[in-house]
């Protein structure tokens, strides 16, 4: 005979282990139905038992152990439980469905096998799953993972993100600290005479805040992405609601760095310096025609018609899944057909070196890579932080070449429209951004403004603007023509 008793943590705690061999059974006293089993080497797990409307015999679904289950959650899942013998489905025969239905992982499987044909840079999305969605959803059924649960998920990553950028800050300084002092020993049985003296620390640029709530929000969106996978009629690998939609997400500030005019000359000073030609071409193009570096970087030549100046990118490839034609400029063009030059000299010389006679499948790409699994450099890291260290530009991250091509040209004047087109953005609001990036349009347009209104109050004189209490004898003084000299 089950035992009633109210279910709430700190009464499970207390909850003795069953007897050697036995078992003790409780059952919640608020919500019918729900038990709690506990063994001989205490462990106490909810199950829900119940008889379907109508008819049919007893059943029991367990659903999980405490204290990984809440006795909140155990009521929640028991009222759920209960609804579904309600209506007369029995709750036995819908984990008997899911046990041949897909799980997480093996949707991940899926799903990676399409991005990595499509997506340009898929690695970061690898990064994202392995690091914060596998570890709690991959053994899921997709019919498994609630609403709820995500939510609970998605507000707990920043702290676990954080945690775990700590713990690999940790390490990196470990392993330094144990080769500095492998360098330091042998270095004291070399030396003769007194030990030198300590260096000055370098001075330590002021670190950026970090949360942990963006890349918080990206592992959402990849979440939200794979159920919209599997829900695409095309698949139908699930037929219930996307658990990971309509969830608020954290509030991010837009990122508004991009080169200002007294930042552009030291720029480009320091890139005509990288030593790395393909290296630093790519930085340079990825300036010129504002599109995204997993696009820069994964260019191949027959996307390009160097003839028209068009560069042609498939919807496959671009974030929104649009194709773009992206126009090319002279400066741009150039760098191409020196790009086109050198690279048939290196496939050439490729050529005569091997017995085949068939082009390397690197020579496809305009900066090709012949250690990369791609065939194409993946990015421009190296490069990028000796270009800022001899630039000394701070906070600047390559996304931002993107955003400096937008924020010029509307420095220049063109409509949001006209920059939406060049960056192939799908919503004005994501152009929106390059209106405030620079405040020189702003205040030509309102000082223009301000000098119209004086004028018609008569108090402009000589293009300057003079106090409102004087403009009566100015214009006496200009017989009347305030515009006098």
Do not use: C
């Amino acid at each position: 005979m089950a035992k009633t008793l109210d279910f709430t943590n700190r009464n499970i705690d207390a909850l003795p282990a069953a007897p050697a061999g036995g078992r003790d059974e409780y059952k919640d006293s608020k919500v019918q139905g729900l038990y709690l089993r506990v063994t001989d080497k205490g462990v106490k797990t909810f199950s829900f038992v119940g008889r379907p409307k109508g008819g049919g015999k007893t059943e029991r679904e367990t659903f999980g152990k405490f204290p990984q289950v809440k006795p909140d959650e155990a009521r929640g899942r028991a009222r759920e439980l209960g609804g579904q013998l309600a209506a007369g489905k029995s709750v036995t025969a819908a984990r008997r469905e899911r046990k041949g239905e897909m799980t997480v992982g093996e949707l991940w499987a899926e799903y990676y096998a399409v991005i990595s044909k499509t997506n340009r840079a898929p690695e970061a999305t690898q990064l994202l799953w392995s690091y914060y969605v596998e570890p709690v959803w991959a053994k899921r059924r997709l019919s498994e993972v609630s609403a709820i649960d995500v939510e609970r998920w998605h507000l707990g990553l920043p702290e676990k993100i954080m945690q775990r950028r700590k713990d690999e800050a940790a390490a990196r300084e470990a392993v330094i600290a144990a080769r500095r002092a492998e360098i330091a020993e042998r270095q004291k049985l070399r030396r003769h005479g007194p030990d030198p003296k300590p260096k000055a620390a370098a001075p330590t640029k002021p670190a950026k805040p970090v949360t942990g709530q963006g890349s918080a929000n990206k592992a959402l969106e990849l979440l939200r992405a794979m159920f919209n996978f599997a829900i695409d009629q095309k698949r139908r690998l699930f037929t219930g609601p996307n658990p990971a939609a309509r969830h608020k997400k954290f509030k991010q500030t837009d990122r508004e760095r991009f080169l200002r005019p007294d930042e552009m000359r030291r720029f480009f000073e320091a890139l005509a310096e990288e030593p790395n030609e393909i290296m630093r071409d790519a930085i340079l193009l990825a300036l010129l025609t504002a599109q995204r570096r997993a696009n820069v970087v994964a260019m191949r030549w027959s996307e390009l018609n160097l003839e028209r100046a068009e560069w042609q990118l498939s919807g496959e490839f671009t974030k929104n899944g649009e194709p773009h034609l992206v126009p090319l400029t002279a400066e741009a063009v150039a760098i191409l057909k020196n790009r086109q030059e050198k690279g048939a000299l290196t496939a050439a010389a490729h050529r005569r070196g091997k017995a085949e006679k068939a082009e390397p499948s690197w020579a496809q790409f305009v900066f090709p890579s012949e250690r990369s699994e791609s065939g194409h450099i993946t990015d421009f890291a190296s490069a990028w932080g000796r270009l800022l260290d001899r630039a000394k530009l701070d906070n600047l991250i390559p996304h931002d070449l993107r955003r400096t091509n937008g924020s010029w040209q509307a420095r220049a004047g063109a409509s949001l429209l006209v920059i939406g087109k060049a960056l192939n953005h799908k919503t004005p609001e994501a152009t929106a951004i390059y209106a405030r990036l620079d405040l020189d349009p702003v205040r030509q347009s309102v000082e223009s403004a301000t000098a119209a209104m004086f004028e018609a109050a008569g108090v402009k004189v000589a293009a300057k603007i003079i106090p409102l209490g004087q403009a009566k004898a100015a214009k006496k003084r200009s017989g009347g023509n305030t515009n006098a000299a």
